[in-house]
């Protein structure tokens, strides 16, 4: 088992900064593949990024590539997601992830085991 909090969302600005933090516990964080999602209100959840267990490797939706960076700390058992250049379209509940197996399937929120509570990221124009 393993719990996840994260934290650092707010109400910015379109153009500001935000960085969430994903704090894990139960379990350490270097076994999993990390993910971050977010779903605004009436839309599915959608994928964000994702980051290797080692983090040597990325990936990202196209909206956000570009302006958002995840990493991870493993020996913090912290995962990031620095969001820059921020929009109002940003704007939304922002969820981490821990994905145990592996799945090719990261882009889907399916093959993750376990979730954060979430953090709202509110982008006004």
């Known amino acids: 088992q393993v719990q996840l909090a994260e934290s650092g969302g707010g109400v910015v600005q379109a153009g500001d900064s935000l960085r969430l933090s994903c704090a894990a516990s139960g379990r350490t964080l270097s076994s999993y593949i990390m993910g971050w999602f977010r779903q605004a209100p009436g839309l599915e959840r959608e994928f964000v990024a994702a980051?290797?267990?080692?983090?040597?490797?990325?990936d990202y939706s196209g909206s956000v590539k570009g302006r958002f960076t995840i990493s991870r700390d493993n020996a913090k058992n912290t995962v990031y997601l620095q969001m820059n250049d921020l929009k109002p379209e940003d704007t939304a509940v922002y969820y981490c992830?821990?994905?145990?197996?592996?799945?090719?399937?990261?882009?889907?929120?399916?093959?993750?085991?376990?979730w954060g509570q979430g953090t709202q990221v509110t982008v006004s124009s």
């Open positions: 980051i290797s267990r080692s983090g040597d490797w990325t």
């Open positions: 992830a821990a994905d145990l197996e592996g799945s090719t399937y990261y882009t889907s929120p399916t093959p993750y085991d376990y």
